[in-house]
């Protein structure tokens, strides 16, 4: 599996984009990069799967450079209720998701 | 439709004890997931069945831990012996176990239960 990295935390106010960055420099061929996103006391749900170039749906957008040894996630004009953890997962139908760490998101009134 | 549910939400026990944990997947996903997740980490996964086949346990810890999904739905996560680092929550994934996917196939996760080892 692609290891990836990701900031631990970043902290954003209300109606403010929030860009977090994953670097995945061993992503292979035929690797999908997949954005979870957890809330406190809940499981993990899935927001945005991308293979390259962009990604766009209701919740969020996904840049995938040319190289796709990184990519990045963006919350549009984020709310109080943006406050979780994301993933940045790395992979091709693997059925072990790998989460990481994460990168906690704060956002402030 | 209804969600990934588990049961119980929070579960209490004392060192050395058995416990279940179970879980309802989503209706018709044949892929069921179990994770455990620790303060502050990221899930970790435990084991994966497809139907009613454990397909890879390479997660479970030790032999304390056992799953089984014996009609290819409902699926119980057994620990024996409970230690007070079993204390963890445990969250259960379903999805639809489409074969030859080149995709990630997206999971969904229930609310987990947060087991507490006394």
């Known amino acids: 599996l692609a290891k990836t990295t990701q900031p631990i935390s970043m902290d954003s106010y209300e109606g403010q984009e929030v860009n977090i960055t994953c670097s995945h420099n061993n992503i292979a061929t035929n690797d999908y990069i997949t954005w979870y996103q957890q809330f406190p006391s809940q499981g993990p749900r899935f927001i945005i799967q991308?293979?390259?170039t962009k990604v766009t749906n209701e919740v969020a957008s996904l840049f995938i450079p040319a190289d796709r040894k990184s990519s990045t996630l963006s919350l549009p004009r984020v709310s109080l209720s943006d406050t979780a953890v994301y993933y940045c997962?790395?992979?091709?139908?693997?059925?072990?998701?790998?989460f990481g760490a994460g990168t906690t998101v704060t956002v402030r009134a | 439709g209804a969600g990934v549910s588990q049961t119980p939400s929070n579960k209490v026990t004392e060192k050395g004890k058995y416990v279940e944990l179970r879980c309802d997947p989503i209706s018709g996903h044949t892929a069921l997931y179990w994770y455990r997740q620790s303060l502050g980490q990221g899930p970790e996964f435990l084991i994966y069945f497809q139907g009613t086949g454990a397909a890879d346990d390479s997660g479970l810890p030790n032999d304390r831990f056992f799953a089984v999904r014996p009609e290819g739905s409902v699926s119980t996560l057994k620990i024996q012996r409970t230690e007070r680092g079993d204390s963890a929550m445990y969250l259960c994934?379903?999805?639809?176990?489409?074969?030859?996917?080149?995709?990630?196939?997206?999971?969904?996760f229930g609310p987990g239960t947060r087991l507490l080892v006394l």
């Open positions: 991308g293979y390259k």
């Open positions: 997962l790395v992979g091709d139908n693997d059925y072990k998701l790998s």
């Open positions: 994934a379903s999805s639809p176990g489409t074969g030859g996917a080149t995709y990630q196939e997206t999971q969904y």
